[in-house]
Structures are given as C-alpha cells and as structure tokens.
C-alpha cells in the first residue's frame, strides 16, 4: 500500500501529475482535472497544518469505524461522498492547480511528523504518521485513477 511519507510513492504520485492535462477526462465523477487537483489540494493543505480544521460531530461518532474500513481496503471507492468544504465549484486554471498540488504534497512530505501526529483529521480524528501517509497517497491515488493515470 501506498505512503506519501515514502520518498518513491510520493514521487509517483507527481510524476503521475505531470502525466495530467487540461482536456484529461474523468472517467467517473462530476469534477473537470482543474477541479480534481484543486479539490485534493485542500486535505492536503488541512494534513500539513496550513488549514486549520476541527473533528465533525460525526466524525467523533464514526471516525474510528470508517478509518479503519478506509485504511484496510487497497483502494477508495468510487462515488464516496465529498466534504462540502472539500467541493470545488469553480474551474480553476489547470496549471496553477497542478502546480499548486504538487507543491503542497512537497510541503507535506517535508513537514514535521511530530506536529502532525498531535493533529486530528476531521472525520477520522487522530491518526499516526502511517495512517496520515497512506490515507493520503490513497486519496491522490484514487482521483488520478479518476483521470486515467
């Protein structure tokens, strides 16, 4: 299973990136690609601390169940409902968004592991360095399957 915190999953995961273009089409899902890499831009923002973000009422009530069942499965599944706050309405510039992304995953891969264990996920609440980076690369993995790469 794939981890971000692995210097070789995270540079396949950009390398699969830079594979995107402004006309990939989705292959299941409402987003465009500038869409999909401004959505996954904001967890990824929200792992390495630069947005701040508290557990949901729900989450603290069903977090620890559905990580688990995420975190055991190889892959996400299609159609998994999107947090609002997670959705992207407008049509970004494409390469800004892959930019963007790519630069936050570096950020991420480098930021200090320390700080990110004492930091909640939203949904799943505490989580390990491990469970942080699988769950990301997961999450990367899953939508740029979306998109043919």
């Not at 830079?18 to 409402?30: F, I, R, T, Y």
């Not at 869409?35 to 557990?55: F, N």
């Not at 930021?111 to 491990?130: A, N």
Request: charged share 30%.
């Amino acid at each position: 299973m794939g981890n971000i915190f692995i210097k070789e999953d995270k540079d396949d995961i950009l390398r699969r990136i830079d594979e995107l273009h402004p006309n990939s089409k989705a292959m299941w899902g409402k987003m465009n690609v500038s869409q999909m890499l401004a959505h996954c831009v904001v967890p990824t923002r929200i792992s390495a601390g630069e947005i701040e973000s508290k557990q949901s009422l729900i989450g603290k009530l069903f977090g620890s169940i559905a990580k688990k069942q995420m975190l055991s499965s190889p892959e996400m599944k299609k159609g998994l409902p999107t947090a609002p706050n997670f959705i992207i309405k407008n049509t970004p510039d494409f390469y800004e968004s892959q930019q963007t992304l790519k630069d936050a995953i570096e950020r991420l891969y480098e930021t200090d592991k320390t700080d990110l264990v004492q930091r909640k996920h939203p949904f799943f609440g505490k989580m390990t360095i491990e469970e942080w980076g699988i769950l990301n690369y997961k999450h990367y993995d899953h939508h740029l399957k979306q998109f043919g790469v």
